[in-house]
């Protein structure tokens, strides 16, 4: 890579981080509902499949896309995530389990900006746990019962993206009314809104200018 483009991506990233700045958790939170069993019996197996191989690729095209996305990914990520072997196991889990749940990475990493502002250990005044800010009922309905297993990072991102995947299904692909439900703020738009601003932020880059 030139050194004329490395200068342009850190600007872009730099600029696209700026608006994030620490804040606390946000205070919204997913209403525990009833579930039917045979969605309970589903999310649970969705949750409990085993950890992450390393990736397989289809073609050589399909795996330098995924480590350009790394590369671009993390320098993005690098004002807030310093140490790189602990930013690079973050991206590839998100990246696993984004894809693993048919979601956008990233539209996960503009959730994870919005809810936690990319901190492990958040917990909303809602309670709400970990990057994707998950409720702790979610252990008892699909998980092993324990909470605190929320704040690991593979566990919190895999109840994040299914539970999201859940509600995507629930508003039949409607993603505001999704993310709404997620956040326990279903048809206002200030959560799905930041969300989606976030997500913007998380797309890859057009290409450089000559």
Same mark, same amino acid.
């Given at each position: 890579?030139?050194?004329?483009?490395?200068?342009?991506?850190?600007?872009?990233?730099?600029?696209?981080?700026?608006?994030?700045?620490?804040?606390?958790?946000?205070?919204?939170? +997913? %209403? =525990?509902?009833?579930?039917?069993?045979?969605?309970? @019996?589903?999310?649970? !197996?969705?949750?409990?499949?085993?950890?992450? &191989?390393?990736?397989?690729?289809?073609?050589?095209?399909?795996?330098?896309?995924?480590?350009?996305?790394?590369?671009?990914?993390?320098?993005?990520?690098?004002?807030?995530?310093?140490?790189?072997?602990?930013?690079?196991?973050?991206?590839?889990?998100?990246?696993?389990?984004?894809?693993?749940?048919?979601?956008?990475?990233?539209?996960?990493?503009?959730?994870? +900006? %919005? =809810?936690?502002?990319?901190?492990?250990?958040?917990? @909303?005044?809602?309670? !709400?746990?970990?990057?994707?800010?998950?409720? &702790?009922?979610?252990?008892?309905?699909?998980?092993?019962?324990?909470?605190?297993?929320?704040?690991?990072?593979?566990?919190?991102?895999?109840?994040?993206?299914?539970?999201?995947?859940?509600?995507?299904?629930?508003?039949?692909?409607?993603?505001?009314?999704?993310?709404?439900?997620?956040?326990?703020?279903?048809?206002?738009?200030?959560?799905?809104?930041?969300?989606?601003?976030?997500?913007?932020?998380?797309?890859?880059?057009?290409?450089?200018?000559?």
């Amino acid at each position: 890579m030139s050194l004329t483009r490395r200068r342009w991506l850190a600007l872009q990233a730099g600029a696209a981080l700026l608006p994030m700045a620490a804040r606390p958790a946000w205070a919204g939170a +997913q %209403v =525990e509902e009833p579930l039917a069993n045979a969605v309970r @019996s589903a999310l649970s !197996a969705a949750i409990a499949s085993d950890a992450p &191989p390393k990736p397989v690729f289809a073609s050589l095209e399909a795996r330098l896309a995924y480590a350009r996305w790394l590369d671009m990914m993390s320098g993005r990520l690098q004002r807030i995530k310093t140490e790189r072997l602990t930013r690079t196991e973050f991206l590839e889990t998100v990246w696993y389990e984004s894809t693993r749940a048919g979601l956008e990475p990233a539209l996960v990493l503009g959730l994870v +900006q %919005v =809810e936690s502002g990319f901190r492990k250990y958040a917990i @909303s005044s809602a309670g !709400a746990r970990g990057y994707m800010q998950v409720m &702790p009922f979610w252990s008892r309905l699909i998980g092993d019962g324990d909470p605190s297993r929320l704040f690991h990072m593979q566990t919190n991102l895999r109840f994040g993206c299914v539970i999201l995947r859940h509600y995507l299904a629930i508003e039949r692909g409607d993603l505001f009314l999704a993310l709404g439900r997620y956040n326990g703020s279903r048809g206002r738009a200030e959560y799905p809104n930041a969300v989606f601003a976030a997500r913007r932020r998380w797309q890859p880059l057009p290409p450089a200018p000559a």
